[in-house]
Each structure stands twice: as structure tokens, then as C-alpha cells.
């Protein structure tokens, strides 16, 4: 399987067996200064080099930061401005005629992932979640692939965790992704007067954090936090056995971690609620391409549409 995640940071691609391995691995930066065609253009670029040399394939799974039209897949990332309604699964499906392209959310693909095959795996009521660029998550219910009405269902980055918190991407107030994602958590700490002035990144926020630097430190604690208040709705209101969280932010480990407890079991107070367990992403950085995969491989299950 062709298996392709689209981010805000980067495009990254991987050929992945039927067991969920991936075999083969690449991926680019998100080129910040081409429109849609020339966007288009480097991923193709990508999966040419990609799958040079390499036999059959049984398909090509795409998770894509959203939103998006679903399942025709005409995608406005959020976090990707020059594409608007972006025909991605269309393109795709020209590009390898004759095999079945499915396409969904990026971080529902974190989500089918790590079900499929890493820290949900047997668990049959799963949220999994990317903390990146972007916040974003995916739902398993009854081991199913919950879809919702227009295929955002799990969307806990735009629950809202401060109405009257910083502005987001959206149009909205205080949700998680306006608190917690890398790029609006360094530009809070840059208020505060950690590297001011100079570009910088979640990634170098969490280096700083590990060295003590003590905005750093309050920037993670504050996304922590966040995350905590967000599982704890999220939980009582599906019922979670586990919480996977993937993406570049996810790597600060227990500065992110010990935070993100903390307020969840101030919040998480009803006893069923108590159960739930919150782990990284067993599958790390490939956990997208995994689930992207699944959607084609364990379609029964991954895939309700056409």
C-alpha cells in the first residue's frame, strides 16, 4: 500500500505490508512559498521517488489535515493556504488509475493507526490525537471508525478549552489547537519573553523546556494542561478505554505528560472515566501512514464510504 500524510510541517509518504510495516519511508518539508500546483507538484515528486522500482501496488491511503469535503476529498488545510478545496483525492486517483484512493483526516488516520496496530490495538473505544502544527483527532467506537456526519467526528482540536482564550484558526476562541498546537504555544512563550525576536519553533520550545528554561517549561505545562481539560470531556462523553497522542509536540515526553494527567484527573471525575489511559502513540511518526494504509487494507472496519 501507498500510505501519504499531508501536514503543515510536512508531506511524508511510505510503502506499507499487509501487516502494518512500513517498508519503505520519505518525505519533504510542506513547501511554504508555492500555490496549490506547485504544493501538488512536490508531493507528486515525492511518491514518484518513492515507488520507483517498487512492484504492484494495492492501493493508496491518504491521511491530510482538514477540514476537508469527505470522502471526495477536496481539502482546505487549515494549515496549508495554498490549498482551498484542493481536489486531492481526484488527483490522486488519476495519478494511479485503476486503484482504490481513499483519503481521510490526518489525525483519524493517527487513530485507525495506532488501533490497528499500536497502542489501541485489542481496546475497542479509542481516541487518537496529533499534537503538531495542528490538533487534531480521530475516534474508534465499538473497534469502528466513528465518521459523524461530514467525517470530523473526534475533532478535539476545536473543542473549546477557554472561551476566552486566544483566537484560532477556525474563527473560533480558546479551542485546544489555538492553545496547545507547536506554532501558537512558541508565539505564547514569545509574549513571555523566551527568544523574542527570533523565529522559532515547538520543537525548540520542548528543547528549551528539557533544558529548564522556565517560559519553556510554563509553555508546556499551559499545552499540558489543556490537553487534560479536552480527554476529560472527551472521555465522559465517549466513554475511552485509551488515548493515543502522536505528532512533533508529543516528543517533549513527561513535560507534556505529567501536565496533561494532572488536569485530567482533576477533571476526569466520574469513575468510568477514571479508566482511561493516556499513552504516546505506540507507533510514533509512522502511526499516520499506518492508518492510512488501514483504510484500504481493513477497509470493514476504517472505511464506510465509497
Given at each position: 500500500m501507498l500510505a501519504v500524510d499531508v501536514g503543515g510541517t510536512k508531506l511524508a509518504a511510505g510503502v506499507v505490508d499487509p501487516d502494518g510495516r512500513v517498508v519503505s519511508y520519505d518525505r519533504v518539508a510542506t513547501p511554504a512559498d508555492v500555490d496549490a500546483e506547485g504544493l501538488w507538484r512536490t508531493l507528486e515528486a515525492l511518491l514518484g521517488k518513492l515507488t520507483a522500482g517498487v512492484g504492484a501496488l494495492a492501493g493508496v491511503g491518504v491521511g491530510c489535515g482538514g477540514p476537508m469535503t469527505w470522502p471526495a476529498a477536496e481539502v482546505s488545510p487549515i494549515n496549508i493556504p495554498a490549498w482551498r478545496g484542493f481536489p486531492l483525492r481526484e488527483r490522486l486517483r488519476a495519478a494511479y488509475p485503476g486503484l482504490p484512493v481513499r483519503v481521510h483526516n490526518d489525525a483519524v488516520c493517527v487513530a485507525v493507526g495506532e488501533h490497528w496496530r499500536g497502542a489501541g490495538r485489542g481496546r475497542a473505544d479509542v481516541l487518537g490525537m496529533v499534537v503538531s502544527t495542528g490538533v487534531g483527532g480521530g475516534l474508534i467506537s465499538g473497534g469502528r471508525l466513528v465518521d459523524g456526519a461530514s467525517g470530523n467526528?473526534?475533532?478535539?482540536?476545536?473543542?473549546?478549552?477557554?472561551?476566552?482564550?486566544?483566537?484560532?484558526?477556525?474563527?473560533?476562541?480558546?479551542?485546544?489547537?489555538?492553545?496547545?498546537?507547536?506554532?501558537?504555544?512558541?508565539?505564547?512563550?514569545?509574549?513571555?519573553?523566551?527568544?523574542?525576536?527570533?523565529?522559532?519553533?515547538?520543537?525548540?520550545?520542548?528543547?528549551d523546556a528539557r533544558r529548564g528554561h522556565p517560559v519553556?517549561?510554563?509553555?508546556?505545562?499551559?499545552?499540558?494542561?489543556?490537553?487534560?481539560?479536552?480527554?476529560?470531556?472527551?472521555?465522559?462523553?465517549?466513554?475511552?478505554?485509551?488515548?493515543?497522542?502522536?505528532?512533533?509536540?508529543?516528543?517533549?515526553?513527561?513535560?507534556?505528560?505529567?501536565?496533561?494527567?494532572?488536569?485530567?484527573?482533576?477533571?476526569?471525575?466520574?469513575?468510568?472515566?477514571?479508566?482511561?489511559?493516556?499513552?504516546?502513540?505506540?507507533?510514533?511518526?509512522?502511526?499516520?501512514?499506518?492508518?492510512?494504509?488501514?483504510?484500504?487494507?481493513?477497509?470493514?472496519?476504517?472505511?464506510?464510504?465509497?
Open positions: 467526528a473526534g475533532h478535539i482540536g476545536h473543542v473549546v478549552v477557554d472561551p476566552d482564550g486566544p483566537p484560532c484558526g477556525c474563527g473560533g476562541y480558546g479551542c485546544l489547537e489555538a492553545v496547545a498546537r507547536g506554532p501558537g504555544l512558541a508565539a505564547w512563550a514569545q509574549e513571555q519573553g523566551w527568544r523574542t525576536g527570533l523565529p522559532a519553533t515547538g520543537v525548540e520550545l520542548a528543547d519553556a517549561v510554563a509553555a508546556m505545562r499551559r499545552a499540558g494542561r489543556a490537553l487534560g481539560v479536552a480527554i476529560a470531556s472527551a472521555t465522559h462523553l465517549c466513554d475511552l478505554e485509551v488515548v493515543a497522542i502522536g505528532g512533533g509536540l508529543s516528543q517533549a515526553g513527561a513535560l507534556l505528560f505529567d501536565p496533561l494527567e494532572e488536569a485530567l484527573r482533576r477533571h476526569a471525575r466520574m469513575e468510568f472515566a477514571r479508566r482511561v489511559s493516556v499513552v504516546p502513540a505506540a507507533l510514533g511518526q509512522t502511526a499516520g501512514l499506518v492508518g492510512a494504509a488501514a483504510l484500504v487494507y481493513e477497509g470493514g472496519r476504517y472505511w464506510s464510504a465509497g
